[in-house]
Each structure stands twice: as C-alpha cells, then as structure tokens.
C-alpha cells in the first residue's frame, strides 16, 4: 500500500561517529553508538551537484556533464533546549558547574575531537510515533549523512517562545535505507568511495527523560560593561546567539573530495539583545572612538523549569566573554514602548584562552 505522507510523528534525528560500529560474530550490532537528539522541531536536508559542460568545436551539444568538484549536502535542523545533552552529542564542550576556568565551547571541535560525525533521520511507518515504539526499527526507513562538520550554532530565547537552539551541518554523502540499519554513509574523501567496513544501528529510541522545555520566566540575561544605559533596567524581549563555524575545503590532486574542512580563524560570534529602554546613564561615543579598550560579558542563565526544586536550579548558562559593542539603535513611536537594539561580537579564542569566545556551563546536580 502506498504510503499517504510523513509528518513529524514518524521522524526521529540521530547522530553517531563517522567510523560506526563493528558487526559481532554472530551477526548483532553492538549498540549505543547512536544519539538521539531530542525536541527537535524541524529538519531539513538536500544535495546539490555541480556539473561542468565537455564541449568542442564541430559539435553543439556538449560531449559530457561531468561532476568536477565534490557535492554540496547540507543538514539543518532546531530544537527545544534543554539540559545541553544535544550540544554534547554535536560536538560541543559543556563545562560541569562551578568550574573556576572555563573552557570555551569549541576546544573539543578545535582540536579534531568529535568534530566530524554522521546523522540520520529515521523514518517510522505512517501512523506510528517513533519515541514510544521500540519495535518500530524492525520496519523503518533511514536516511544517512556522511562526514558531517558542524557549520554554525545559534541560541534563541525571546519573550513567549520556548528557548530553541538551531545548527547547520556541511556533509559529504546522503545514502538511503530501507532499514534502520545497515552500512555507515560515511565516505573515504580520496576516492569517494563508502566506508563498507562500519555499520550503524538505531536503537535506544525515547522521548528524553529530562526536563520538557525551557520557558522566558527561566531566562537571566546579564550584561556588564558601560553602553550609555543602566544594564540592569533593561527589560530584555529576545536575545539572539550565533556562532559561525567557517569551513575551509583543503584540495589536493588524486582526492576527489576535500580531504579536510578545518575551521577558518579567526572566527566571530554575535550576540543581538533587544530591550525596553529603561534608565540612561553617562556614556560619550567618542570615548569609545578615541581608543576605548573596554570590553563586555554577557551570560544567559537557563534556570531548570519544571517542577519543585528543579524549577530552580540551573540547566544551562552561557557566556559571551570579550565582546566589543558593535551598534546600538533606538525605536520610538507614538503607541509603542521605547525599545534599543545591542549587537555585541567577540571573536574565538584557543583551546586555552577562558576571556574570549563562547562558554557553556552544564546543569546544576
């Protein structure tokens, strides 16, 4: 029977290492190699293929469309966060709380840890929902993405919305399946050939057992530093967070693929607030023109939302260290509150600097 649709009951995103797992003697998967990423609330995925016209004289038509540089495929997806399991499972460091230094988000990535890892979609039958069927692998779907590099990650909180994080990922290989199993979609970049030695298997498969969602009420925005206004009177309705992760595609001759796509420093993060005006203070632009070396840190605090004592504590904060005012902008009109708009940037630091870049600080016990 022909299947109608998919929605998003069917649909479940997971992420693993490149080299999977090995295939036990007696032809069973090892399992818990995979992650299951959770709250996830879209994902998309395509390939682009560029090909080059073989043309010569004598002949209109060309003689071949061939494919001269590697495929574009691409993956981007969003999700509710919550306690920073997700940003693990993509590759990112969260620092235990209470830790004196702080380590800055991308010192695993910026170092080749985890920085290269596959995705899959796994796809139910109609009608069934993925998270409270564990025998739904055994009639299910995937479709794989090999050699995925994490290309930019973005936090978003604003007032009546959930907290939602969103990345993009620059991957080699998409491969299809009419299992939840099989061979990794993972590629060899110097003849474009599938890893056939690997095998992946989706197992494991829940709704999260860890706090629902993160609401405005759970948000502290800080900022300290002089910005001609009183930090903490303003009331802010939205911060926006994101980090670009630019790739660099290193070529050589007899490797049909990139054989590398290291990060391309310096690299810049942007922190965008906006508040209702509250007090103003003393402050001069021209201070600022004329050699002002001062710089800002921000943080956003995620309390635990939920129930009892959890609602308390911490799930996630953030900090945005070494940040330089970039613009600040003014909106007034007759009906409406006076609101100002800050764009803050910093740029990444090494594995070792704990003043500048972004830092993450897990959940409190």
Not at 86 to 115: F, K
Not at 281 to 303: F, I, P, Q, R, W
């Amino acid at each position: 029977m022909a299947r109608n649709r998919v929605i998003y009951q069917s649909e479940a995103l997971f992420v693993g290492p490149t080299g999977g797992v090995d295939v036990q003697t007696n032809g069973a998967y090892v399992t818990g190699a995979l992650a299951q990423l959770h709250r996830v609330q879209n994902a998309n995925y395509s390939f682009n293929v560029s090909r080059e016209n073989v043309n010569q004289f004598g002949q209109l038509a060309s003689l071949d469309r061939v494919i001269l540089t590697q495929p574009t495929v691409s993956l981007d997806f969003s999700y509710y966060t919550t306690t920073g399991t997700n940003e693990l499972n993509l590759g990112l460091y969260i620092n235990p709380t209470g830790t004196s230094t702080l380590s800055g988000a991308l010192v695993n990535i910026m170092q080749g840890i985890n920085d290269v890892k596959n995705y899959y979609i796994l796809v139910s039958p109609e009608g069934v929902d993925i998270n409270t069927n564990a025998s739904v692998t055994g009639n299910a779907n995937t479709i794989g993405i090999g050699n995925g590099f994490l290309s930019s990650y973005s936090l978003d909180a604003s007032v009546g919305s959930f907290v939602t994080s969103s990345a993009n990922v620059e991957a080699y290989n998409m491969r299809y399946y009419t299992a939840a199993s099989g061979e990794v979609p993972t590629i060899n970049p110097a003849d474009g050939i599938n890893v056939t030695s690997k095998f992946f298997h989706i197992s494991g498969i829940s709704t999260g057992a860890f706090l629902s969602v993160l609401k405005p009420g759970d948000i502290t925005v800080n900022v300290s530093g002089d910005v001609g206004l009183v930090s903490t009177d303003l009331k802010v309705q939205s911060i926006s967070m994101k980090l670009d992760l630019t790739r660099e595609d290193i070529q050589k001759l007899g490797s049909k693929f990139a054989f590398a796509k290291p990060l391309q420093f310096p690299l810049t993060a942007t922190m965008t607030v906006d508040a209702t005006l509250g007090d103003i203070e003393a402050d001069n632009l021209a201070t600022l023109v004329n050699g002002d070396c001062s710089t800002y840190a921000l943080s956003v605090g995620l309390k635990g939302g939920g129930c009892g004592a959890a609602a308390t504590k911490q799930a996630l904060k953030y900090f945005f260290k070494g940040a330089k005012l970039d613009s600040q902008s003014f909106t007034s009109s007759i009906g409406a509150n006076k609101s100002v708009n800050l764009q803050f940037s910093c740029q990444i630091g090494g594995p070792t600097d704990s003043e500048n870049g972004i830092f993450i600080e897990g959940p409190e016990a």
